[in-house]
């Protein structure tokens, strides 16, 4: 969405906004940080440009729920995920040569239009969640036999251990052997 700024360029005051954002994006991509992720509905944003004495500040708050996998035993999480932003409003020439690494604090006016879309999707892929978990306490998967753990134990003999673990438990009991040699 565009919001068209030239009435508060113009000197008004005061500019509300309210849309939804539809979020595509393909839950399959791995190169997506969104990766594993559906969003069953558009995003909700909401907020308002204030303009006081030349001086434009934005707030707004946005939300959207999502479906992702739990990180450890790969049930199914649903949420809502919402976050409040304020930036600065300005125009191109206002900012003159500002550094490429503060023009992210600033919401920035083309032809008299703020472009809101691609900068809240950037911000979702920057404040969204890398992974889920079902509960906080979630036991996950046996590594072994792939039961989910949360449903009780699975039998599988704990006593094997991972062969690449094997240097290090041969270090320790040769460790433990010349401890007690010492003694």
Do not use: W
Not at 88 to 108: K, Q, S
Not at 147 to 163: A, Q
């Amino acid at each position: 969405m565009k919001l068209d700024l030239r009435p508060l360029l113009a000197g008004e005051r005061l500019l509300e906004f309210d849309y939804e954002l539809p979020l595509v994006c393909d839950p399959e991509d791995t190169s997506s940080f969104l990766y594993g992720v559906s969003f069953p509905s558009p995003m909700k944003v909401s907020g308002e440009i204030t303009n006081t004495a030349g001086y434009m500040r934005m707030t707004l708050s946005m939300s959207v729920d999502y479906q992702a996998e739990c990180a450890r035993c790969l049930a199914p999480v649903c949420g809502c995920f919402t976050l409040d932003l304020e930036k600065t409003v300005a125009t191109r020439d206002v900012l003159g040569d500002i550094d490429e690494d503060r023009l992210d604090d600033y919401a920035i006016i083309e032809d008299g239009f703020l472009d809101m879309d691609e900068p809240l999707r950037e911000q979702i892929e920057m404040e969204f969640p890398v992974r889920f978990l079902c509960k906080e306490d979630c036991k996950g998967l046996c590594q072994r036999c792939g039961k989910d753990l949360n449903h009780g134990p699975c039998g599988c003999d704990k006593k094997e251990v991972d062969p690449r673990l094997e240097p290090l438990r041969a270090l320790l009991e040769r460790m433990k052997e010349e401890e007690s040699s010492d003694n």
